[in-house]
């Protein structure tokens, strides 16, 4: 029976490849690939997503918030950024955290790509909820390795963590891939609403504390 997969932080150093990870397992999110410029070819795709995800782990190292992820035989196997959030920031604090990063962000997507990441970073923003609570950012397993329960043992260990937390909501999490719905229902989130940035459809889900 193969061991139950184990939840440890990422250190700054294991960053590359989990943004590599992200990359591929993202590979065909609808926010995303509304957000970077048409690319038909899926593993440059993927190349360019896991450069955005290497901005958006910069970003996470930067504000003290933790990495998570799984390993699998020494290496990232997933990845999940995750936020303790006590309120929603307004679209002002997040261009002003993100400046630093334009010129990636820039290389990665464009001007265009900036704009657009800008304009559904505001729109998500804005419709998370206003009570305390661990935002659960993003989480993606290796292609090859999922159906190993890599995703289950992060989103154990979330609701764990909120267990603990008497002063939280709970675990709040977007998603576009409508098959993400029943996976995270089946673990007990539930749908609050629907949002529409830059008019791709998005699930929000809450796992009460």
């Known amino acids: 029976?193969?061991?139950?997969?184990?939840?440890?932080?990422?250190?700054p150093n294991q960053d590359a490849v989990a943004a590599e990870v992200l990359g591929r397992a993202f590979v065909d999110d609808p926010l995303i690939r509304t957000i970077?410029?048409?690319?038909?070819?899926?593993?440059?795709?993927?190349?360019?997503?896991?450069?955005?995800?290497?901005?958006?782990?910069?970003?996470?190292?930067?504000?003290?918030?933790?990495?998570?992820?799984?390993?699998?035989?020494?290496?990232?196997?997933?990845?999940?950024?995750?936020?303790?959030v006590t309120r929603p920031a307004p679209i002002t604090a997040l261009v002003l955290h993100g400046l630093a990063l334009l010129p990636a962000l820039a290389k990665t997507g464009g001007l265009g790509g900036v704009r657009r990441a800008v304009a559904a970073l505001d729109v998500l923003s804005r419709n998370r909820p206003i009570a305390p609570h661990l935002y659960l950012n993003v989480l993606g397993v290796e292609p090859a390795l999922q159906r190993r329960h890599f995703g289950v043992a992060i989103l154990d260990w979330l609701r764990a963590q909120a267990v603990l937390?008497?002063?939280?909501?709970?675990?709040?999490?977007?998603?576009?891939?409508?098959?993400?719905?029943?996976?995270?229902?089946?673990?007990?989130?539930?749908?609050?609403?629907?949002?529409?940035?830059?008019?791709?459809?998005?699930?929000?889900?809450?796992?009460?504390?």
């Open 1 to 11: 029976m193969a061991a139950r997969p184990q939840v440890a932080i990422l250190f």
């Open 36 to 84: 970077l410029p048409p690319i038909e070819d899926a593993a440059e795709r993927a190349r360019r997503m896991g450069q955005m995800f290497a901005v958006a782990l910069s970003s996470q190292r930067n504000s003290g918030q933790p990495v998570m992820g799984v390993l699998h035989e020494g290496r990232v196997g997933a990845a999940a950024i995750i936020e303790q």
């Open 165 to 209: 937390r008497p002063d939280l909501l709970g675990v709040y999490l977007e998603t576009a891939t409508e098959a993400n719905v029943a996976y995270y229902s089946h673990v007990g989130y539930r749908v609050t609403g629907e949002i529409y940035p830059l008019g791709v459809r998005m699930w929000q889900m809450l796992q009460p504390r």
